[in-house]
């Protein structure tokens, strides 16, 4: 009696053990934001005209600040999403990309098509003019200013790295930091999408 | 056999259900809730220098908004943060800095050398109050007006009819707190104690208390 009894406990506990783990709350890559409020709305231009991130309601957007000459952390990160993308597979569908440009001298709509394209195809890209790209990346808490390098490139731009996604909602969600992987992003993807 | 298997089954079902709730309801773990990003800027400080948003990464920011000429409230604001700064040391801070941030709403008169001056007659250390102006009214209306939710106008006799708003920001430029109309009670307590409470997760959010914390987030276990 007092052996089934130890028995069915311990059955227990590892059956709980093992439910634990595989059906642990999901602990997220990126920094979780409460936000009471949808995040803030913008219409900017992209390659077919104007881009607002109200258009993709009931889409997760991923939304990130960059210029195509950006030598390093742009491509990185943007190549990062790419790959994450492709990793979800046809949950990528209901993942939209967004790319706003910090350099409304250099990069035209045509220009950013052209750059997005390289790391996923639904990636696009938009621009406006230098007040409105202040403003919503302001909002978004994104800094950035013209470096005068002696790069023989040009002018590089120093900008906040981090990747946002909005959720279906158009709620700010999570924040990533740079330098968050490939399997980091599909992980908190895959988590989004099922909700 | 199978008897107890479901009985011990219940029985622990219940023991954690019993700890969720007790969790939530003895809150042992108080958070700030993450309320949205604080706007990026790129001001001009007293000292005439340049001033960014990202220099304040991995500090903690009270921001305030005011204009040097400004009548009675103001004196509230100031006298709040002179308090909170003089009790910084109840704090169990863990290092971590405490910087305050005031942005001018009357760009046009508040210049640098104004700031200067008016930094000096509050006896502020330059190094931990930092006031800020800029030259682009249209963005600093976004930065305030948009992005820290604080309302200001200017009045037809060049005095302004504002807000007094105290914003709590963390390390990772996330909006912690908001206190608004607080000038009416002192909200120096509150700060105070709500720089604990962000300085506490700081420090204990590594390995498994980490989780914990996150389920404080979870469950809305907020820090009164």
């Known amino acids: 009696m007092k052996i089934k009894f130890l028995l069915s406990f311990f059955a227990t506990v590892l059956g709980l053990a093992v439910g634990f783990y595989f059906f642990r709350p999901h602990t997220f890559h990126g920094t979780v934001i409460q ?16 881009v607002s991130l109200s258009d993709y309601r009931g889409k997760l957007v991923l939304l990130y600040f960059g210029y195509t000459f950006c030598p390093d952390i742009c491509p990185a990160t943007l190549a990062n999403v790419g790959q994450a993308l492709k990793q979800i597979g046809s949950n990528a569908d209901d993942v939209q990309t967004i790319m706003i440009s910090l350099d409304p001298q250099r990069d035209t709509p045509e220009k950013l098509a052209e750059y997005t394209a390289h790391f996923h195809p639904s990636f696009i890209g938009v621009t406006g003019t230098q007040e409105q790209l202040d403003a919503v990346a302001s909002l978004y808490g994104i800094f950035y200013q013209v470096n005068e390098g002696s790069d023989a490139t040009g002018y590089l731009i120093d900008h906040t790295a981090t990747l946002l996604v909005i959720d279906r909602e158009g709620f700010l969600k999570l924040v990533f930091p740079f330098g968050v992987t490939v399997d980091e992003i599909a992980d908190d993807l895959k988590y989004m999408l099922r909700q | 056999m199978n008897k107890y298997l479901l009985n011990g089954l219940y029985g622990l079902l219940g023991m954690i259900m019993i700890s969720a709730i007790a969790f939530k309801i003895v809150q042992p773990i108080k958070v700030l809730p993450r309320l949205q ?188």
Not at chain 2, 124 to 131: E, P, R, V, Y
């Open chain 1, 35 to 50: 936000s009471p409020e949808t995040s803030h709305d913008f219409t900017l231009t992209g390659i077919n005209g104007n």
């Open chain 2, 37 to 224: 990003l604080a706007p990026a800027f790129n001001l001009i400080d007293q000292n005439g220098q340049q001033f960014i948003s990202e220099n304040l990464r991995g500090q903690f920011v009270i921001f305030t908004f005011t204009y040097t000429q400004c009548p009675e409230p103001c004196f509230e604001i100031n006298e709040t943060i002179q308090e909170v700064q003089s009790r910084l040391g109840e704090v169990q801070l863990e290092g971590i800095p405490v910087t305050f941030v005031t942005i001018s709403i009357d760009p046009e008169r508040d210049t640098p050398e104004a700031l200067n001056k008016y930094a000096l007659s509050l006896g502020a250390n330059s190094d931990q109050w930092k006031f800020g102006t800029t030259t682009n009214q249209a963005l600093l209306k976004t930065i305030i007006g948009s992005g820290f939710e604080t309302y200001y106008e200017k009045k037809d006799d060049g005095s302004f009819s504002f807000d007094p708003t105290f914003i709590l920001v963390d390390g990772w430029g996330i909006v912690r707190a908001e206190y608004r109309y607080a000038t009416e009670v002192s909200s120096a307590d509150r700060i105070l104690r709500h720089l604990g409470v962000l300085a506490d997760e700081v420090r204990n959010s590594k390995g498994t208390t980490k989780l914990a914390y996150e389920a404080a987030h979870l469950f809305l276990c907020y820090a009164p």
